[in-house]
């Protein structure tokens, strides 16, 4: 069989070539894309700073302000209890305390005293998300006063507790060690 130099024999794309110029024909162009969805409005330099907030495991970042586990409890309450169950047994949210098993048995449980490496990443957790249907409206003395008594549950401090700035990076949590510490570049 003779073939001229200038035929050129093809051979048929695969199918996944023509899914991607079909997706390639379907994205909107460059400017369409830089305009974006149009949801929401950009988040000013306050509004940032406000959320801009975050409580580093030696205590860096926390805010003034204290609570005592007494204090905490009408607080957790009011706030957490419809989500968490009395005393943090669960409810529609993860139980928080009373812990019957250990991370190591065949069914864990991941309460704040099994699990959590460190107090001031409950402090900074329910800052910024807590409660789930008004995230930032706790003040920073609820803020402690709900630490000290989630502490106090999981028989990590006293009920006569009371933690500020100062103290609750000194709490020592049970699974302190059971995490690796990774230091980022600065």
């Known amino acids: 069989m003779n073939q001229s130099p200038n035929i050129v ?4 794309l695969p199918k996944i070539t023509w899914i991607l110029a079909l ?10 894309a830089a305009e974006g969805p149009r949801l929401g409005k950009p988040a000013s330099r306050q509004e940032i700073a406000a959320w801009n907030q975050t409580v580093f495991p ?16 009408a607080v957790y309450e009011r706030h957490c209890a419809y989500c968490h169950g009395n005393n943090g047994l669960g409810g529609s949210g993860e139980e928080l305390a009373g812990a ?15 699990y959590w490496p460190t107090a001031t990443t409950l402090f ?4 910024r ?12 003395d609820q803020i402690y006063a709900v630490c000290a008594y989630l502490l106090h549950l999981n028989g990590i401090i006293p009920e006569s507790s009371t933690l500020n700035a ?5 709490v020592k949590m049970p699974n302190r060690e059971g995490f690796i510490r990774v230091d980022a570049p600065k």
């Open 9 to 12: 024999v093809r051979k048929p």
């Open 23 to 32: 997706i390639c024909a379907t994205v909107p162009s460059s400017a369409a």
């Open 58 to 73: 030696d205590g860096k970042g926390l805010p003034p302000g204290h609570g005592s586990a007494v204090e905490g409890k």
């Open 100 to 114: 019957k098993h250990r991370l190591i048995d065949s069914n864990p449980d991941k309460t704040i005293g099994t």
């Open 124 to 127: 900074d957790f329910v800052r």
């Open 129 to 140: 998300s807590m409660p789930p249907d008004a995230p930032g409206s706790l003040s920073n």
């Open 166 to 170: 100062v103290d609750l990076p000194k």
